[in-house]
T-cell receptor
Framework: EAGVAQSPRYKIIEKRQSVAFWCNPI?????LYWYQQILGQGPKLLIQ????????DSQLPKDRFSAERLKGVDSTLKIQPAKLEDSAVYLC???????????????FGPGTRLTVL | GENVEQHPSTLSVQEGDSAVIKCTYS??????FPWYKQELGKRPQLIID?????GEKKDQRIAVTLNKTAKHFSLHITETQPEDSAVYFC?????????????FGKGITLSVRP
């Protein structure tokens, strides 16, 4: 089966610019996650969707970050305006969600490496 | 919230030796503990996980043990090979439903010397 797809793979922008990332989860996966992975650290959850509804966005810097999953499939994550400290790999992951039971695995995409200059 | 810590940050072993990577967690309600392997420039991939009702789980050369009283769990890799070299992340989650958050540690870089 195809894995989680993300684009672009790399992005370089200047501070105060805007950027958007796209994620296509595994077909049939109801739950979608966006993580931020700063160099040398583990992934940190930014936002979790169950279908097209937000389940957890407690760690999303809402003054500059936004995300949507309008049709319950693909998702976009936007940063506006970007800061130097936003330089990181942004990972998208998906899981079956409720249909998979409580222990269903999260599958990660390849990530988008963002560099803010 | 949950806090997951991994120490040390790097581990180097000789090929064929065993490696043990330890994690501690803070939330006694956490009941699911996965381990992810991330090779350089690649995505994290689940290699093994354990639930709180089990003390140990094994899959070929890898095993995970859980001590709920001490709130720590460990990854054991036997007969290490160069391809085991990667960053290993532990994580913890309170699975009260499908909506609870997975909290990751900072990762340990394992180097297997040929």
């Amino acid at each position: 089966e195809a894995g989680v797809a993300q684009s672009p793979r790399y992005k370089i922008i200047e501070k105060r610019q805007s950027v958007a990332f796209w994620c296509n989860p595994i077909s049939g996966h109801a739950t979608l996650y966006w993580y931020q992975q700063i160099l040398g650290q583990g992934p940190k959850l930014l936002i979790q969707f169950q279908n097209n509804g937000v389940v957890d966005d407690s760690q999303l810097p809402k003054d500059r970050f936004s995300a949507e999953r309008l049709k319950g499939v693909d998702s976009t994550l936007k940063i506006q305006p970007a800061k130097l400290e936003d330089s990181a790999v942004y990972l998208c992951a998906s899981s079956l969600g409720l249909a998979g039971g409580p222990w269903n695995e999260q599958f990660f995409g390849p990530g988008t490496r963002l560099t803010v200059l | 919230g949950e806090n997951v810590e991994q120490h040390p940050s790097t581990l180097s072993v000789q090929e064929g030796d065993s490696a043990v990577i330890k994690c501690t967690y803070s939330d006694s309600a956490s009941n699911y503990f996965p381990w992810y392997k991330q090779e350089l420039g690649k995505r994290p991939q689940l290699i093994i996980d354990i639930r709180s009702n089990v003390g140990e789980k094994k899959d070929q050369r890898i095993a995970v043990t859980l001590n709920k009283t001490a709130k720590h769990f460990s990854l054991h890799i036997t007969e290490t090979q160069p391809e085991d070299s990667a960053v290993y992340f532990c994580a913890a989650r309170n699975y009260t439903g499908a909506n609870s958050k997975l909290t990751f540690g900072k990762g340990i870089t394992l180097s297997v010397r040929p």
